[in-house]
């Protein structure tokens, strides 16, 4: 079965500063995606990037971008210019062959002003 | 398009009670999904939709735990004789047909159990 590892529960970041949210997976297939969600508190859960495991290209939305390891099963997110909108809790997600999502735990982030 | 939404946006119910939930997915989209959340944790997959056929449950779906999508359009996750450890974030999320879509997430229903 796959597994994702979130091993920081808690970071924090000074606004318009950069932080780096870290994310292992274990998985033995080939083909699959891998999601980064934030859950701001009391609020529902948003897409905030996805990468296709088949491109070596990492993944990039404005502010947010990913470095996709694969050989290292590695995903990280990379915040920029921290805003203090970006305070939620961001859960890293895989998706394989089967259709659900397997969820890491989550890292809590704040934004200091 | 108003998203995914989700009723009632909280329960509380007494311990051996019936609960029912209820999700209405992104209006094109034929794949409809259940996740449960429990405090500090991720979500958890319960179950999922194609369409009106329901194609995978999760172990953690005991058989107190019922899940229809009937026309394909809506779907209602019913909990029968509830206990405490049903007390959870119930997240429902939808995407269109092909494996690589997105899921977009619900509001979620949060359950306090009694």
């Known amino acids: 079965a796959q597994t994702v590892t979130q091993s920081q529960p808690e970071m924090s970041v000074q606004e318009a500063e950069t932080v780096t949210l870290s994310c292992t997976y274990d998985t033995s297939e080939s083909d699959y995606y891998l999601f980064w969600y934030k859950q701001p508190p009391s609020r529902q859960m948003i897409l905030v990037i996805r990468q296709e495991a088949y491109k070596q290209q990492n993944a990039t939305e404005n502010r947010f971008s990913v470095n996709f390891q694969k050989a290292a099963k590695s995903f990280s997110l990379k915040i920029s210019d921290s805003q203090l909108g970006d305070a939620a809790m961001y859960f890293c997600?895989?998706?394989?062959?089967?259709?659900?999502?397997?969820f890491g735990k989550g890292t809590k982030l704040t934004v200091n002003p | 398009d108003t998203g995914v939404s989700q009723d009632p946006r909280h329960k509380i119910t007494k311990r051996g009670q019936n609960v029912t939930f209820r999700c209405d997915p992104i209006s094109e989209h034929n794949r409809l999904y259940w996740y449960r959340q429990t405090l500090g944790q991720g979500p958890e997959f319960l179950t999922y939709?194609?369409?009106?056929?329901?194609?995978?449950k999760s172990r953690l779906l005991s058989d107190r735990f019922s899940a229809e999508r009937p026309k394909g359009s809506f779907s209602t996750l019913e909990i029968q004789r509830t206990e405490q450890g049903d007390s959870a974030m119930y997240l429902c999320?939808?995407?269109?047909?092909?494996?690589?879509?997105?899921?977009?997430f619900g509001p979620g229903t949060r359950l306090t159990v009694l």
């Open positions: 939709f194609q369409n009106e056929a329901q194609l995978e």
């Open positions: 999320a939808s995407s269109g047909d092909s494996g690589a879509d997105t899921q977009y």
């Open positions: 997600a895989y998706q394989g062959g089967s259709e659900k999502l397997v």
